[in-house]
């Protein structure tokens, strides 16, 4: 199961909105100033979200980090193909996602 892993519920429900396509359950986990960075540089959400979804999606996760607010894994998307990629994930106390880091993991050879 991709979402196996996962030990944050917050982390496993925004996993599982993104692969599901699911939208208003995505929405839903974010306080309503959430930021979300990609690659290091601010990007609006809401544009994330609608032109990502049923677009890009995780093929696996295999590695959890950072108290399981971070994940990596194989992702692919319709636009750049396949590629390492990781979200990291800050909450508040009340368990929504104040901000969201995503981008493609960098080969360390």
């Not at 540089?41 to 049923?54: A, I, M, V, W, Y």
Request: charge should be negative.
């Amino acid at each position: 199961m991709l979402t196996n892993l996962l030990i944050i519920p917050t982390v496993k429900a925004a996993v599982e909105a993104l692969q599901n396509v699911d939208r208003d359950a995505w929405n839903r986990l974010f306080t309503p100033k959430a930021v979300l960075y990609d690659d290091g540089s601010p990007r609006d959400l809401k544009r994330f979200t609608q032109e990502s979804f049923g677009r890009e999606r995780f093929i696996c996760i295999d590695r959890v980090a950072n108290n399981g607010f971070y994940i990596e894994g194989d992702f692919r998307s319709d636009e750049s193909g396949t590629f390492r990629a990781y979200f990291n994930f800050e909450l508040n106390d009340s368990g929504r996602i104040v901000r969201l880091d995503i981008g493609k993991v960098e080969d360390v050879a």
